[in-house]
């Protein structure tokens, strides 16, 4: 099955691999659900089933002209969950993806939800305002948007080398992963790449923490300058009933490819 429908007729591109208890990986901004590479063949090599799809407007899904906000991206995990008749999932969300799990899980709970993980995500509150002080401020996301439209490919470019810490860990990534992480990129909707700003940067989900009533792992980099731990990462585990919270000193927000032995090593004995 190449495609699922989301609610209000928008396909959704799902890749469907191996056989075993299903994963499904939720991709970060501004990539697909391709950026898993690293992560696909590690399951899948440990006896894993593993379902990746792309977030509307972005890579080979429908490209929307509006639904850019998380109750909507919800809806679509929740589609992609149906159409595949999912039970006792695994869910691991990146960055923006892992805001879907969140909202997901408070708007249509766990009955087909086994275990959670939240990876260098941005499910916590990012946004400086007066019930978050410490968050960033406004004017770094609309600077973000305003070079979006300006050259949204001189952007990614840049972006990416914030995104993977280049310059600033031991183990940078090679010239063909920015590469690589640039041709997903410019795969997205202009109008998906400047709306998901404002969704991932202007939504609350620490009431959505709640919801979280399985196993729930959390993983971040201590150096991620993208999504900082304390907003998100120590925040989801410290609200989350159980959670358990592994730091990866040092290490920037792109850990998928930054460190994926340890990623996929930590991965798989969580999800086993």
Known sequence: MAFIEAK???NLHVKDMGQGRPVVLIHGWPLTGDMFEYQVLALLESGFRVITYDRRGFGQSGHPSAGYDYDTFAD???AVLEGLDLNDVSLVG???GGGEIARYLSRHGASRVGKAVL???VAGYL???DTNPDGVDASVFEDMKSQIRADRFAFLQSFAKQFYGVGLVSRPVSQGVLDWSFVLGVMASPKATIDCVDAFSRTDFRPDFASFTVPTL????TSDDTVPIELTGRAAAGAIS???LIEYDGEPHGLFATV?????ADLIEFLR
């Open 94 to 96: 990146f960055s923006m």
């Open 119 to 121: 990876v260098a995500s």
């Open 127 to 129: 946004l400086k305002d």
């Open 260 to 264: 994926p032995d340890r990623l996929n």
């Open 218 to 221: 959390v993983i971040h980099g």
């Open 242 to 244: 159980g959670a358990r």
């Open 8 to 10: 209000d007729g928008t």
């Open 76 to 78: 679509d995990l929740a």
